[in-house]
């Protein structure tokens, strides 16, 4: 008998660990646009060498024994942020300077820096890190603002540099010297931006995206971030601006597009054929909704089924946070013309009868109601349901095709299960008390 | 008794307890033919709800229990008859006699020309048409749909039939009445283009007769109403109500 109760005790528990888990799955997660990522390389030499013509009498005239300067240097920076705000990032950066003088003196110069960062949601943060020069590692800590640092660009530039001069070359040499310059220049960046869509993942749930965004194209091959007074030019056709995987921007601007809830998509701004460019992205989610009403004859606490042949109502409205102008980019003004309105399928007073779709609704009367959010396709199906039942209201029947009943198919159309109920009192209580 | 016989039991009897009870739209759908009928829910009719309907009821044209070969012939060709109907084109092996308007509807009468059957089909509000006064005529004129046809044989035996437009997965209903000597005799059943019904009752002398029988579109309950002595339907279902 032990074991029957230990049996049923597990049950229970497993039940109530289910519930727990179920309870979290549901909690909707906020949508968001952020930056996902970014990595910055930077490498490059430089090797000036001059010879000089001076004499022992200082006449400048040609000799080969007075001796040569050449200064090199080397950078090499490295990047990486990543997991968005909140997250972390690192960078070291070394650079070396060698110089022989005419004489062939050689002196030598080097640093240096390790860092880790942190930023918060505000893009504040702090870095922690070391620093060097060449002999002595000294600790840091600094107060750092993300955007000082990141420059929202595509890079993949090289700008090497391979001249000679002599006297006869006066851009290089106003003193009559002879030298050549060798530098390498390689810079890679790349900033991720990504959205979160939020939600819970509803299969075939899909909600309505708003993207926009604005690449300017850098032309100044040396420019690092904050590109302050780097030249560029914008990318003013904005069909060339590809939002990462979803697809290019109308010539408008703006790309709309339905994306499922609780999936993470790419979308920094891509442009083909451009080496070098920073940008702007944004996106915005629209939400969509569907609200049923009743009116109880018997409102709770009541389980009065009529009041006399008043036997109450049921009616719904879909609703959007797009505005009517959005909302006719994809539905017909014929469906768009139900959104935010109550609307609601009757009878002119009888059992059997024309039906009709009130439009609006005039009953006021609410004894309950309840918003569903729903997705834009829901919404779009909802829409149909409701236009085509008001062109072709067909024939009321309180048993079979009833206001109540009708609630259920509109919710159905709009991917919301509402009690498969008839009379709006028992509706009215199902929606109350269970959903 | 062994201890795992009786968690077995425990679990049965949840089971049992589980298929005895009755779908909740059932019991909602019941009670409200027990309001609306009044006194007749009480004596005249008696109601059963079956979460399950057996299969010898399923809703479909082409049950034999439910329908007879002649019956499931004419009532799987009325979305057909009837798809490509306008004010002067008329069902296949009719031609148009007379296209009429009166008040707010089209009247286009047909004649077979095979038979000497007929067709009037109305388009629009029906009320001037069904003026009769009777209780049939007052149900008919308040029917909605998309338009109304009456099929008539030289005895005066035929069917009444009411036509809506399709919803938004392409299935269109229609009130089907069968009439013999002027009044409703027969079948009345609400069916859908794809083959279902919805209800169905037979009359006799323009009242219901036997039993009447309901199925629910969202779920695979059946209602069945016993009819003990014939019922004027068409005054219950003329009966006002605010829903």
Redesign the interface.
């Known amino acids: 008998m032990k074991k029957i109760f230990l049996s049923i005790g597990l049950l229970f528990a497993a039940a109530t660990v289910f519930a727990t888990t179920q309870t979290k799955a549901n909690q909707d997660k906020p949508s968001r646009v952020f930056m996902s990522c970014d990595v910055q390389n930077l490498n490059s030499t430089t090797d000036h060498y001059e010879s000089v013509y001076e004499n022992a009498n200082g006449d400048f005239i040609p000799d080969d024994d007075d001796g040569s300067s050449e200064n090199q240097t080397w950078v090499n920076y490295n990047h990486v942020w990543a997991d968005a705000i909140g997250g972390a990032g690192s960078e070291f950066n070394n650079w070396q300077n060698d110089n022989w003088d005419w004489q062939n003196n050689h002196t030598s110069t080097a640093g240096g820096m390790n860092g880790n960062m942190e930023w918060d949601w505000t893009g504040w943060g702090g870095e922690v890190g070391d620093s060097n020069d060449g002999t002595t590692i000294t600790g840091f800590t600094n107060i750092l603002w993300i955007w000082d640092i990141i420059g929202n660009e595509h890079c993949n530039v090289s700008d090497p540099v391979n001249t000679n001069w002599d006297n006869a070359n006066l851009d290089w040499d106003d003193d009559g010297d002879r030298g050549s310059q060798h530098d390498t220049y390689t810079r890679t960046a790349d900033t991720v931006w990504h959205i979160q869509t939020g939600g819970k993942a509803i299969a075939g749930r899909l909600n309505l995206w708003q993207f926009s965004g604005s690449v300017w194209e850098i032309t100044d091959k040396r420019a690092v971030p904050q590109f302050s007074g780097a030249a560029m030019r914008e990318i003013t056709n904005k069909t060339q601006i590809a939002i990462g995987e979803l697809g290019s921007l109308k010539a408008d601007g703006n790309l709309w597009l339905t994306l499922p809830d609780n999936v993470e998509k790419d979308i920094t701004p891509k442009v083909a054929g451009k080496d070098f460019y920073t940008f702007n992205v944004s996106g915005q989610k629209y939400k969509s909704y569907f609200t049923v009403y009743v009116d109880m004859p018997g409102p709770p606490p009541s389980h009065s089924t009529h009041v006399g042949t008043d036997y109450g109502h049921g009616w719904w409205m879909l609703g959007s946070d797009a505005s009517a102008n959005i909302l006719n980019i994809f539905i017909t003004t014929n469906r768009s013309h139900f959104i935010n309105e109550q609307v609601g399928y009757a009878d002119h007073g009888h059992m059997r009868g024309p039906g009709v779709l009130r439009d609006p609704e005039t009953n006021t009367n609410i004894s309950v109601t309840k918003t569903y959010e729903i997705g834009f396709n829901n919404l779009t199906n909802g829409l149909a349901f409701t236009q085509i039942l008001h062109d072709n209201p067909g024939t009321y029947n309180v048993f079979l095709n009833n206001c109540v009943q009708n609630c259920v198919k509109a919710g159905a159309a709009a991917g919301v299960t509402l009690p498969n109920d008839t009379k709006p009192e028992t509706f009215g209580w199902d929606i109350y008390l269970n959903h | 008794m062994k201890?795992q016989s009786?968690?077995i039991q425990l679990c049965l009897i949840f089971q049992v307890c589980n298929l005895f009870g009755q779908d909740?739209?059932l019991q909602?759908?019941i009670?409200?033919?027990q309001?609306?009928f009044g006194a007749n829910g009480k004596t005249n009719i008696s109601i059963t709800g079956l979460n399950i309907c057996p299969p010898q009821y399923t809703n479909e044209i082409l049950n034999t229990n439910l329908f007879t070969t002649q019956e499931q012939k004419v009532l799987s060709s009325i979305f057909l008859k009837y798809q490509n109907i306008t004010t002067n084109s008329g069902p296949l092996g009719s031609v148009l006699a007379s296209l009429t308007k009166s008040n707010s509807c089209w009247l286009a009468h047909f004649n077979y020309t095979n038979s000497d059957s007929c067709e009037d089909i109305i388009f629009g509000d029906r009320t001037s048409i069904f003026c009769g006064g009777s209780q049939y005529d007052s149900?008919m004129a308040?029917?909605?749909?998309?338009f109304f046809a009456k099929y008539r044989t030289r005895d005066n035996a035929g069917y009444d039939v009411?036509i809506?437009?399709?919803?938004?997965n392409g299935i269109s209903?229609a009130?089907f009445v069968q009439i013999k000597d002027g009044c409703v005799n027969g079948l009345s059943v609400?069916l859908h283009s794809d083959g279902r019904c919805?209800?169905l009752l037979h009359f006799g002398n323009g009242k219901a007769i036997n039993r009447w029988l309901?199925w629910?579109?969202?779920?695979s309950g059946l209602i069945k109403v016993k009819i003990k002595t014939p019922l004027d339907y068409f005054k219950?279902?003329?009966?006002?109500?605010?829903?």
């Not at chain 2, 308040?142 to 998309?146: D, H, I, M, Q």
């Not at chain 2, 629910?216 to 779920?219: A, I, K, L, M, Q």
């Open positions: 201890p009786l968690f909740s739209n909602d759908r009670s409200l033919l309001e609306l149900y308040k029917s909605g749909g998309k009411i809506n437009a399709p919803d938004m209903t009130f609400t919805n209800d309901q629910d579109e969202n779920s219950y279902m003329n009966q006002e109500i605010k829903m």
